[in-house]
């Protein structure tokens, strides 16, 4: 699932250092919104295997992956240790929006030149989205779901670094909105893997019959 970038093609795309943030809330704690269809324990799993499958294609494409999370022992077991590259750090503030803001602050100050925010539960990604993702020069990058209501990736240049993140209903259009704040254009992109979350039961539904049995089987 993941591949190093050697060919020459890709060099240009990862000019600068490049972080990703992953916000992963505890699992007992997510995919409230399956909760009719999956045990708790069920869902746990699932969280962590599709965290697993986000974070362990990122890595195989960014500098550094630091997932952000009120729960590290959950996140660590989750994830485990597949690379050196990969962090669990613990938020300081709370809720998704403050967890990102953590990770943000974290990456520039680590002097990354590009941060990228993505959510954990995107079961289709590959490692041609995250690429088509970092290909813009634009300060901003946005990757709305599927209904264009949500908002799944953001890439930040660092001479974007007042960007303030508005996750949370709508956030497509509330960030839309940001980048008119700031003045800036954002290069918006729209590709199966990265606007396919997985929330609902018709999320669950709609998933390629592969993956979805791959996921059950994971969870249990
Ligand atoms: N660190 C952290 N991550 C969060 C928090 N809330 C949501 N997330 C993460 O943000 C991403 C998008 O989450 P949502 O789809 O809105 O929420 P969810 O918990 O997965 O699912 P629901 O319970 O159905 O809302 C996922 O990667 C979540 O793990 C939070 O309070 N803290
Ligand atoms: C919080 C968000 O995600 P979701 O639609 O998965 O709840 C969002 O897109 O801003």
Redesign the pocket.
Known sequence: MTRNLSPAGDADVLAGRVIAVVPLRGGGNGKTRLAEDLAPEQRTRLVGALARHVVTTLVGVVDRVVVVTGDVGYATRAIGRPCARIDAVEQVRSG?NGAVADGVEFAFAGRAERVVVM?A?LPLLTTDDVLALLAPSAPVVLAP?RAE????AVVVHRSAAAWRF????G??AAHRAEAERLGLTPHVLRRPGLGT?L?TPADWARLPDGVRAELLRTAG
Do not use: V, Y
């Open positions: 998704l959510h539960d779901d209501e949500g908002t799944n508005r996750f949370g209903p956030s497509a979350d929330d």
